[in-house]
């Protein structure tokens, strides 16, 4: 079987005698930074970088790594993969997440440093580690490809079904097909119809393809062509070339 891998202000009052009241500075700091981070959320980065830099510049975590967003984009900055990954590295080594993701993604394909797969692996895998589902899944597909570590489709398989158990669609389908293949696990017909299934009904093209041809052969499925004839046409409308061939040789 032929499958794919694949956020009312606070007012400061100076009283008479110049006493300021005892945390009004603190919190409206607070209310600053968390303006700065709603308002990344919202796209609007002109806002989000007055009051995320300067944030960042004091050592807060969350706004180090938005200002390496929109470094990465060009988010009312001028574009730079170095600036992007000063800040990444700064929140990345507080143990940000995302932005260890991020760090990793920048040293797989040398976005602002020298490609480093090594690099890339060790990031991915403090961000895996936090429970990131995407980092899981980068991490899984450097083991299955052998990129920075030692190749091993028993930890590509952990580290994917880790992303996939938490709705990854890459990851389903990438686990899908190795119960197909034996890959990591005991070969699975019903396994892997069961996580292209997962993958495919949240959109992803491959999964769809690689689901309609297990109903068009029977595999881990009671053979159906109505229901390959359907994941096929789902899989060609976003414009999948094997899918569209398939339903070609079908006669739709």
């Known amino acids: 079987m032929k499958n794919r891998y ?12 110049g006493y300021i009241a005892l945390g009004v500075f ?24 007055k009051y995320c830099i300067p944030a960042a510049k004091r050592g807060h975590v ?18 730079s993969y170095s600036e992007a990954v000063k800040w990444y590295r700064k929140a990345a080594e507080q143990g940000h997440a995302l ?12 976005y602002g440093v020298s ?14 580690e936090q429970g ?3 980092a899981q899944f980068n991490l899984g597909v450097c083991y299955a490809k052998g990129d920075g570590v ?5 930890e590509a398989v952990k580290w994917l079904r880790k992303s996939a158990e938490q709705g990854n669609a890459d990851a389903q389908l990438n686990l899908g097909w190795c119960y197909a293949e034996g890959k990591g696990v005991s070969r699975s017909r019903t396994e892997a119809v069961k996580w292209y299934r997962k993958s495919a009904e949240q959109g992803n093209a491959l999964a769809q393809f690689n689901l309609g041809r297990c109903y068009a052969y029977g595999n881990g499925v009671r053979q159906s062509w109505t229901e390959a004839v359907k994941w096929f046409r789902k899989a060609a409308e976003q414009g999948d070339p ?9 006669g739709y």
């Not at 603190?26 to 609007?44: F, H, M, Q, S, T």
């Not at 797969?117 to 961000?127: C, D, G, H, L």
């Open 132 to 134: 990131d589902a995407v």
């Open 6 to 17: 694949c956020n009312s202000i606070a007012i400061l009052c100076l009283l008479a005698s």
């Open 99 to 110: 932005a260890q993701l991020n760090l990793g993604g920048c040293y797989a394909v040398g």
């Open 150 to 154: 030692s190749q091993s489709w028993t």
């Open 26 to 49: 603190p919190r409206l700091r607070e209310y600053r930074i968390e303006k700065g981070c709603v308002a990344y959320v919202y796209g609007d980065y002109k806002t989000a970088l």
């Open 242 to 250: 094997d899918a569209k061939e398939a339903l070609k040789r079908l």
């Open 115 to 128: 490609q480093s797969w090594t690099e890339a692996v060790k990031w991915y895998r403090k961000s895996a």
């Open 62 to 79: 969350k706004s180090m790594a938005i200002v390496g967003e929109c470094y990465r984009n060009g988010y009312e900055v001028e574009q």
